[in-house]
């Protein structure tokens, strides 16, 4: 293809016109960086030229350290590079919107944890005493429930203890026991142990509200996990964004000092020869307010530095999580040469599959969807009749109080509890809000799906078109470049003027502000194309 036969040519100018921007300059403004290149023939002219560009550099030298942007930044790091990596690093402890993520997870933890609890054992106790009458009696019963997770099977164990008072003969100080219609609660002397168990066939067989909870719980947690995990994708993307603006605009502010800075050396031979009478005062004055107006551009270029600073310090922390404004010191040296490779292959229908599978959406929505079918298995569960079997075993201890042995033996019982609802009004309308929350969650999870196909695509096409901006810029600064030096070749041989000779610097000089936007879009947009692939 075209495009892979040509790219190897864009790192090369890319290195050339953003590594060493001020050698870039030099190179273009050689002709007239002296003022012996501006018509200055005498000694004394060079003299005085030589005394007036020192005192210029100076100026601008403190001018520069005392812009808004390095008194802001004294508490940074100054002088070591910063790195995109030290910042998303940084962020991904002390980020406010990661720390709320990650106690939303916490809280879906506990919320499981909570959902867990429904199979905790139930301790259950009640006691009745009869002190007053013709039976005196006093009775005591504990049980120990123990629900599972096997079918709805729970099992139980307790004890009993059933008494009268004042053992003896009735109407002398004695008791004669429990009456009968007490339902059976007399005991031996040690009381009754119990065990059984409870196995629902029907309704909250195959499923019940306890383990219903616990699925449910357990898939919120992994969508807290997918949304922790989106968060730090648009985190890490919006941190890539800003920190490459930031870069960005620390280029521009070098460019626009190149620009300042030549205007500053030729306007010293200028001033010379219009002083000389060899050239017409008003092209000193033409390139005086050419200064002027570039040492605007210098002012304007580094406010922008300052604002790119102030917002990369929203997501630039220290280990208190306080932000941190980086000083023009920390900039990069250069922006990076755009990844042709990546360009290439961003577009493959491998790479939005894999996407697919990768985004935290994509997970947020299943889990959603196993959510809506749990309560759609409940809902429908509901709606069988309730057929539960249960057995029990007893036993009492010690001896009997009336002296009958027939609370001896051991007592095998077995029992079926059947329960069916005559109108099932409220679990068929469970039943059909589940089912249309499950349809929705279908609906919007092959939209999410479209959404992130979309988004790799997109990105793929931003990266093309950066990667072909970034060529024509590159181009376009060559020839800018070289019309730059013809008219000061043409202004040095007399046939031009000092209007035209800046017009062609401000026009490189554009030229390379279009490039390095080039190469910023490229680096957007690979930021883009790597959160729609869900990496960070």
Known sequence: MARPQRDPRIRVAVALVLTAPASLAQSTQTPQ?????????????????QSTQTTQTTQATQTTQATPTAQAAQSSDSGATLELRSVVDSLQRVLPTLIAAERDRDAASAELLAAEGGFDPQLRARGTIVPLGY???????????????????????????????FPGSPGVNGSPGIPSYSGGQETNTMGEVRAGVTIPILRNGLIDRRRANIQVRSQGRQIAEADLLRARIDATRVTTLRFWEWVAAGRKVIIARDLLRVAR???????????????????????????????????????LLQRAAIELALYYRDSEGRPI??????????????????????????????????????ARFGAQRAQAQVEVDVARNQMLPTLDVVGQVSQ??????????TRGRTEVSAGVVIEVPLVMRQQIGRLRSAEAALSRIEAQRTFARDRVVADVRDAATQLRAALDRVEIARREVDVATQVEQAERERFRQGDSNIFLVNQREQATAEA?????????????????????????
Request: no cysteine; net charge negative; aromatic share 8%.
């Open 33 to 49: 960086s002296t003022p012996a290149a501006q018509g200055s023939q005498t000694p004394q002219g060079a003299q005085a030229a």
């Open 512 to 536: 390379r502000v279009r490039l390095v936007d080039a190469i910023t879009d490229w680096l957007r947009g690979r930021a883009a194309f790597r959160g729609a692939m869900g990496e960070y």
């Open 325 to 362: 404004v980086a000083s023009d010191a920390q900039l990069p040296s250069a922006l990076p040469a755009p990844d042709v490779t990546l360009t290439v292959f961003a577009g493959q229908p491998a790479r939005e599959d894999e996407a697919v599978a990768r985004r935290p959406e994509m």
């Open 135 to 165: 039976y005196r009696f006093g009775t005591f019963d504990v049980s120990v429930e123990q629900p599972t997770p096997l079918w709805g099977l729970s099992v139980f164990a307790g004890y009993r203890l059933g008494a009268p008072l």
């Open 396 to 405: 009492d201890i010690g001896a009997s109080y009336s002296g009958s042995d």
């Open 265 to 303: 050396e030729r306007d010293v031979g200028l001033r010379t020869r219009a002083e000389a009478g060899d050239l017409p005062r008003y092209e000193w004055q033409d390139n005086q307010r050419t200064v002027l107006s570039r040492e605007s551009g210098v002012v304007n270029a580094q406010q």
